[in-house]
């Protein structure tokens, strides 16, 4: 069993290379031990989930993920909770600690959380962040980081593109973060109204078209348009939406080096990758998605594991 690395895991900033090659050790360890030992590793305990944003992949895997370790999970709908009645999410966290809760997985639009796990009731309590607006989406670098590592080795000195609408994106920004940690070059492209105003860190390059984004790469990552948070910019994609900014099979096929595809999900075939690519041979979405239960596993250990359960 995994000693606890961490209280919280709130932001990629909190992590360095060390937590990340833990991690990453103990999910692939985590993916060929027997069921029954597995589920020893967090008997007893308890998960609650809070989600006030959509989901399917980091939902469901960390409530797998949880269940897997032998812990029971209860799950709260935002929208049908107190929540929806405007108490804060401080106040929602305090009521169910007062319950007996104790380790709570969130994704929310804004952040609360960090704000949460600076008072003392952060400090009797496991914060995991599933998501915060467009802010930052950790357990999914984590994960993506994995994957990658599993396939090109040390990262680095790799190259990685990620296309799409970055500024908006979550995922670009702890991609962004982490990677740039191990090593690797980070290029973006996409729209000019989606890509952020300047680089987020020394590693990553804004690139001026596709061809210089595509040029050279270990991996492309792709990035769905999120009209749902349209804010002060309004971009749909239209047609040609794939051929400008997205990756093509045809594109595809013309660079000189194939590689690894990879994309955080949900996936919009047609638009910002052909239907083609998404199970292509050297995609790893389907990948991404099953590291997302052993990574989200062994965060969960990492985050309880010394803990009494009940």
Excluded at 218 to 240: C, K, W, Y
Aim: glycine residues 6%; aromatic residues 6%; proline residues 3%.
């Amino acid at each position: 069993m995994m000693e606890r690395v961490v209280h919280h895991l709130l932001s990629i900033a909190e992590v360095d290379a060390r937590f990340f090659l833990r991690i990453h050790k103990r999910a692939l360890e985590l993916e060929t031990l027997p069921s029954a030992q597995k589920a020893e590793i967090l008997h007893g305990a308890y998960v609650a989930q809070i989600f006030s944003e959509a989901s399917t992949r980091t939902r469901v895997s960390f409530e797998y993920a949880a269940l897997s370790l032998g812990a029971k999970v209860i799950n709260l709908d935002a929208h049908s909770s107190s929540l929806s009645k405007k108490e804060s999410l401080y106040d929602t966290l305090l009521t169910l600690f007062s319950i007996g809760l104790n380790c709570f997985v969130v994704r929310s639009s804004d952040s609360q959380l960090e704000e949460v796990a600076k008072t003392e009731l952060g400090s009797k309590i496991h914060l995991i962040n599933a998501g915060n607006g467009i802010c930052g989406h950790p357990t999914q670098a984590l994960l993506d980081a994995s994957v990658l590592m599993q396939h090109c080795g040390s990262l680095e000195g790799k190259c990685i593109s990620i296309l799409g609408d970055v500024e908006r994106s979550r995922v670009a920004r702890s991609n962004v973060e982490l990677l740039s940690k191990l090593g690797m070059t980070i290029k973006v492209f996409g729209p000019s109204e989606l890509l952020p105003k300047k680089p987020w860190s020394d590693a990553m390059i804004l690139c001026s078209s596709i061809e210089e984004a595509l040029e050279g790469v270990d991996a492309i990552m792709l990035l769905r348009v999120q009209t749902e948070r349209a804010g002060h910019v309004n971009f749909s994609p239209a047609q040609g939406y794939t051929e400008s900014f997205g990756l093509s099979q045809k594109r595809y096929e013309s660079l000189n080096t194939k590689a690894w595809i990879m994309h955080p999900g949900p996936v919009n075939r047609g638009i910002e990758i052909d239907s083609e690519l998404v199970e292509h041979e050297k995609s790893l979405i389907p990948k991404q998605v099953a590291r997302g239960t052993s990574i989200r596993a062994a965060i969960l250990e990492a985050v309880l594991a010394g803990e009494p359960h009940v």
